[in-house]
Structures are given as C-alpha cells and as structure tokens.
C-alpha cells in the first residue's frame, strides 16, 4: 500500500493529541462542505486521519476530483494536523450487491492507515449512516454525524430506501453519539432512540471578507441586477424559482455543479436567456470573484422532507459575503431568525423579492450587518460543540 508525504511524529501538534477518524462523504480535493469545514476546525483540538469515500479504477473523472486512477489506498498529509487516507473500492461499488460489502473493505484500509501512523483513535466520526461504526473498540467514541435525512434521500442518490432503514438503524445502535445539523434531523432521531445533539451548518466568514475587491470572474459579463444561486443544482432546487427570477428581469448566475438528471430541457432553455449563465463548479477560493458580481443570494429549494432536514450552507455563505437573500421556506432558514433573509415560496413573489431585495443590496451599512451576523455562526464555534459532544478538550493552541 502507498505512503505519500505521511506526518513525522510530533508534526501535528504533539504527542498528547487525541486523533480522530473522520469517514467522510466527500472527497477532500472536492468541494468543501459541512464533513470538511467541521474537520478543519476540529483539527484545533485532535489530529485528524480523514478517510475520503471510496473510488474504484473505473470511477468516472467527474466523481474523482483529481484522485488518480489507483489499486492501492494512499496515505497523504493535507496539513500538519490532517492526514488523509484516499480509499479504494471494488469496481461499481455503489451498485447494491457490491455497495453492501464496500464498507468491510473501507475499514480494513482505515486499520492499515491507522497501524502506520501507530495511532489509536479517540473517536471515529461517520458522515453516513454506512457500517463504519462499532469496529475500534470499547474505549472508542462512535459517533453518527448527520447532515441529511439518509432515507427520505434514498431515491434522490438512487440507493434502495430498505437499505438505508437497515444502516440507519445498524449505525445508531452502534453509535454513542449521534449528531444533526437540524431540529428536524434531530425529532427523526430522537424517534429512533438517540438523543441528538444539534449542531447546525456554519460558515468561514474569513474567506468572504475581501469580496468587494476580488477580480473580477473571467467572462462573466451579465447586466444587473444579478442574482446567485452557489452549489451542487439538483433535484432539491426548483427550477420555477429560476425562471421566475429571470422573468423578474433579474439576471442569473449559477456556480457549481449540476446533476444531468435534474430538469434536463428546462434547464437548457434556461440557460438560452442572454441574462443567464452556468459557470460550473469553481475552486472554494475563487468563490468571492464571483460573489463581487452576484447583488442577490438565492436558496430556491423545493419543499421535500429532504431538504426540510437539511441546512443549506448556501443561506450563510451568501450572508458572509455582505448579500442578501431570498429563500424558501425552510426550518433551518427560519432557525436563524433574521430579516437578512427573505422568505418566499410562490415563484412570482420569489421573483419580485430578488427585484426588491436587490435595490439595497450595496448599501454598506446593510453589508456590514450582514457579514457580522455570519460571523457569529462560524465553523469554529460549531467544532467547539462537537468537541464537547465527543469529550475533547476544547482549546485554540
């Protein structure tokens, strides 16, 4: 098995740092979400051995993020307090027979990277409900770490609702800690048996604060007002909610990903409107170029039991970067309880309030109440209350 750039001892913050284990559902050269922003900051209290989704040979580029095509599982030091173990699996290890046995194989690479580094985990922390949990130890701490509702978004990530109830309900008699991202989240748990504790999504108000003199983004030339909507485009985003925006006479910039499945036609002939553009996913750090030109921030999600459990990490972002943002009716929107956002379901209204919402959008006394209001809801803070739920010494060395 390959080693590359693994820690010396006493790189990641002495010897008397507890390490952690994060299985995460996102690969860390993708796109950074809540499994990645939560390890950066819990990094401040443990070493962290970041265990990537597994990928086969025959995995599509796009679902790689630059991981190269490889048999063996490699060992990488991404910071001095983060190393990461990049997975491999069996070829179409999501299909459902072989889906159910990737997990034993996950675990064999997580005691080979853990046997190398000659750690012993303090907590193994898992961002899906998958067979990871319950294998290290009586003296290990396992924690379930959700950040959606598994079963209601069986069908949105094709994968059998049965298998899912199953895991779901193998994962928590396994875990000590269950943690949720949303009071929604946390009454479907509690349904279960768990006591869960809320942590909801945060932001890195760090990253945003030089939004208004960042370059301008390569061939990005709509006319104004511009609205934004920044993330993954699939099923859970209403396309009416769009095309209202549009016919508002508002224009329309999307950054990110996009599932070929969702509203195929709709969304090409959206994208044929002269004031419209799709961008496709960008690097974390170039997101404030396109922030500088976006006058309005949009989470245009449908009402599904899904997206009800979520929290869209967009709603925070957009707040960081000074802008407003107009928003369906979602409980983690109406958890953080402000007037920064506006509410709107009908697609009509959801048009006219981008248009209002926009008229001020530049002010800078609204920017400056925008930007601290986000602070307030860091990625640190939110590591702080994972920290204490896993029992780690809670410190900024």
């Known amino acids: 098995m390959a080693v590359e750039r693994v820690p010396e001892d006493g790189e990641q913050g002495g010897e008397t740092a507890p390490w952690l284990v994060v299985c995460a559902v996102n690969s860390w050269s993708g796109t950074a979400r809540t499994d990645r922003h939560i390890t950066t900051q819990l990094a401040r209290h443990a070493r962290v051995l970041w265990v990537d989704p597994p990928v086969s040979v025959v995995t599509p580029a796009d679902y790689r993020h630059g991981a190269p095509r490889t048999l063996r599982p490699r060992l990488i030091r991404e910071t001095p307090r983060i190393t990461r173990l990049a997975t491999v699996a069996q070829p179409f290890h999501t299909r459902r027979g072989v889906r159910l046995a990737t997990p034993a194989l996950v675990r064999g690479q997580i005691r080979w990277a853990l046997r190398r580094l000659g750690v012993a985990p303090k907590a193994v922390i898992a ?20 950040t959606d509702d598994y079963l209601a978004g069986a ?8 298998d899912v109830a199953r895991e779901e309900h193998k994962a928590l008699a396994r875990a000590d800690r269950v943690i949720v ?33 960042a370059p301008l983004p390569p061939g990005v030339d709509l006319p104004g007002p511009v609205a934004g909507v920044v993330g993954h485009l699939s099923d859970r985003i209403d396309i009416r909610l769009l095309n209202a925006v549009v016919e508002a006479g508002c224009s329309l910039l999307m950054v990110g990903s996009r599932d070929e499945r969702w509203a195929a036609e709709e969304f090409a002939a959206l994208c044929r409107h002269p004031r419209v553009m799709a961008v496709g996913p960008r690097p974390f750090a170039e997101l404030p170029s396109y922030f500088r030109v976006i006058d309005v921030g949009l989470t245009p999600y449908v009402d599904s039991a899904f997206n009800r459990a979520s929290f869209p990490l967009k709603t925070l972002e957009y707040l960081a970067a000074g802008r407003p943002v107009v928003s369906t009716d979602l409980p983690a929107v109406r958890w953080l309880d ?33 930007q601290e209001f986000a602070s307030g809801h860091s990625w640190a803070r939110r590591a702080e209350r994972v920290a204490q739920a896993i029992d780690l010494p809670v410190s900024v060395g």
């Open 155 to 162: 069908d949105l990530m094709q994968i059998n609702p049965d």
């Open 127 to 146: 961002f899906s409900a998958t067979d990871l949990l319950g294998r290290w130890g009586d003296d290990v701490i396992d924690v379930l770490y959700a």
């Open 338 to 370: 402000t007037d920064l956002v506006t509410v709107v379901t009908d697609p009509a209204a959801f048009g006219a309030a981008v248009r209002d919402a926009a008229l001020d959008a530049r002010q800078p006394e609204l920017i400056r109440r925008r």
């Open 181 to 213: 991202v949303s009071e929604v989240l946390a009454e479907k748990w509690r349904a279960l048996g768990a006591d869960p504790v809320v942590v909801p999504g945060g932001v890195r108000s760090d990253a945003y604060t030089g939004v208004e003199s």
